[in-house]
């Protein structure tokens, strides 16, 4: 596995590598790699001939009180874990590297940012797309990895490739999680010891939700109750949102039908974790 830290050395191996027509994978990630990475890594090993996975923290999709300082780092286990994956190349570039001027201008996210994590987080996508969109430019990916963990950021990509006439396919990985349900995340070492343990209540609720549905429930307001009342019996952070829409369109339904995402983010001491099942209702 190579790592390099520059764009100018990552464009000439990407020039190598496509002359033999190879397909190139990409999984961008903020590092502190868990196995929900490397299922990314995995999944693009079996459709890609050459793997390119980037570490690194953008600065640019963190509010001014969010967890950017704190938000876990430790490049020697990573590289490990990423070359033990599979990783063809490595691309761990500094700030600078990818910011080595005040940027002029960024991508603007208008559609599907008023809800969820948009809606809690105003500008995050923004610092995403803008990311995103400057990492496809220099890797050009025929395949891009993300997981489904981080829906809403799924639906922004797919516009940002549809809008900016990028060539390349977005594949939508499944959420892996840990043996008591709570979604893989690197901010999980934030949890305290007690919020480590009634975090699950998460995913819990997700899947009462699911219940809920499979036993005929449409009604959005009742389901989001009935999740509130579970969430707060079982004590576990406070709620940021749940919220229950059509994905990938991310609108308010008052009935449910169709594609459903429901999603929670819940704010814990030193932690915000974010959650959804996606419900296909026939
Ligand atoms: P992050 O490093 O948190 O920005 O995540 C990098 C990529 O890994 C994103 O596409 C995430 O959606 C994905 N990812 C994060 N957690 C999981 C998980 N538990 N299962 C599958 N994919 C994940």
């Known amino acids: 596995m190579k790592i390099i830290e520059t764009i100018q050395e990552l464009q000439t191996i990407i020039k190598e590598v496509?002359?033999?027509?190879?397909?190139?994978?990409?999984?961008?990630?903020?590092?502190?790699?868990h196995e929900g990475h490397l299922s990314l890594v995995e999944q693009a090993q079996k459709e890609c001939d050459f793997v390119v996975m980037s570490i690194f923290v953008n600065p640019l999709q963190f509010g001014p009180n969010e967890d950017f300082d704190r938000y876990p780092r430790n490049f020697e286990r990573d590289s490990q874990l990423a070359k033990n994956a599979g990783v063809d190349l490595l691309f761990y570039p500094n700030v600078t590297e990818m910011y080595p001027k005040e940027p002029a201008m960024k991508v603007i996210v208008h559609e599907g940012v008023d809800v969820l994590c948009g809606k809690s987080r105003p500008g995050h996508f923004d610092g995403v797309a803008t990311v995103v969109l400057k990492l496809f430019n220099m890797v050009t990916p025929d395949r891009a990895y993300f997981g489904m963990k981080d829906a809403q950021q799924v639906a922004v990509i797919e516009k940002l490739i549809r809008d900016f006439n990028l060539q390349m396919t977005?594949?939508?990985?499944?959420?892996?999680?840990?043996?008591?349900?709570?979604?893989?995340?690197?901010r999980n070492v934030?949890?305290?010891?007690?919020?480590?343990?009634?975090?699950?209540?998460?995913?819990?609720?997700?899947?009462?939700?699911?219940?809920?549905?499979?036993?005929?429930?449409?009604?959005?307001?009742?389901?989001?109750?009935?999740?509130?009342?579970y969430l707060e019996q079982n004590r576990s952070g406070n709620i940021d949102y749940i919220e229950l829409l059509s994905y990938p369109e991310l609108k308010h339904q008052k009935q449910l039908e169709g594609k459903v995402i429901i999603a929670i983010a819940q704010q814990y001491s030193k932690a915000r974790l974010i959650d959804n099942i996606v419900i296909d209702i026939k």
């Open 18 to 33: 496509k002359k033999n027509e190879s397909a190139v994978g990409f999984v961008p990630t903020m590092g502190f790699l």
């Open 170 to 186: 977005l594949v939508g990985c499944p959420t892996l999680r840990e043996e008591d349900g709570l979604a893989k995340s690197s």
């Open 190 to 229: 934030n949890l305290t010891e007690n919020e480590r343990q009634v975090a699950p209540s998460i995913y819990k609720s997700l899947q009462l939700a699911e219940e809920l549905i499979i036993n005929g429930e449409r009604q959005a307001e009742i389901i989001k109750d009935k999740l509130i009342k």
